[in-house]
């Protein structure tokens, strides 16, 4: 898919609500990922992996994006700065195109993923205490839906799907591999 094709199917599609795993809390911590897409001949995805030694989610790939702050002007905004916090992303590397419906956790967190293009300048510099590795995945894999897998699992007597890709020695799932079926499904043709 085109880059072109991408931005139009995303902006013109309407977006869909997905659903979210049972026995979400009452609670929800608001929070913010960017589905970063590099701006190329060959758009792909910007993600990161968490590091072994943080206290939740270690290991897991994640978009970059995190925690809504009091001082944050909007959604944007806190997607923005966990990305420069996180890899470096300058905001004038970023053009935002829109936002996905919000993705609820049962880990307790109310997430809203924001979609923008990233300059195919951009390199990014990872911030270790937060980041172990920063990759893009190719949309081409991305939007071939013989690679994701899904599993039935089981937590506290709760049946969950569990949707994932692996992607060369890693396995993306969990809220990512959600909210990456919610924005392929918005640009899948």
């Not at 049972?22 to 758009?43: H, K, R, T, Y």
């Not at 997430?111 to 205490?129: C, E, G, M, S, Y």
Request: glycine share 4%; proline share 8%.
């Amino acid at each position: 898919m085109k880059l072109t094709e991408l931005i139009n199917r995303f902006q013109l599609c309407p977006c869909v609500d997905w659903p979210s795993p049972p026995n979400v809390p009452a609670n929800l911590q608001q929070a913010a990922v960017l589905i970063g897409i590099s701006d190329d001949i060959s758009p792909a995805i910007w993600l990161t992996q968490r590091p072994l030694h943080m206290k939740h989610h270690p290991g897991q790939v994640s978009f970059p994006g995190g925690k809504v702050e009091s001082y944050d002007k909007d959604i944007y905004a806190t997607a923005a700065r966990e990305a420069q916090e996180e890899i470096g992303l300058l905001p004038q590397h970023l053009q935002f195109l829109g936002k996905l419906p919000n993705h609820q956790t049962h880990t307790g967190f109310d997430i809203t993923p924001v979609v923008a293009l990233i300059d195919r300048n951009f390199q990014p510099k990872v911030d270790q205490a937060e980041v172990s590795a920063c990759f893009t995945l190719p949309l081409q894999i991305a939007l071939d839906k013989r690679n994701f897998h899904q599993l039935n699992i089981e937590r506290n007597n709760i049946n969950y799907r569990l949707d994932f890709l692996p992607y060369k020695q890693r396995l993306i799932w969990g809220a990512t591999g959600a909210i990456l079926q919610q924005f392929l499904h918005q640009i899948r043709p």
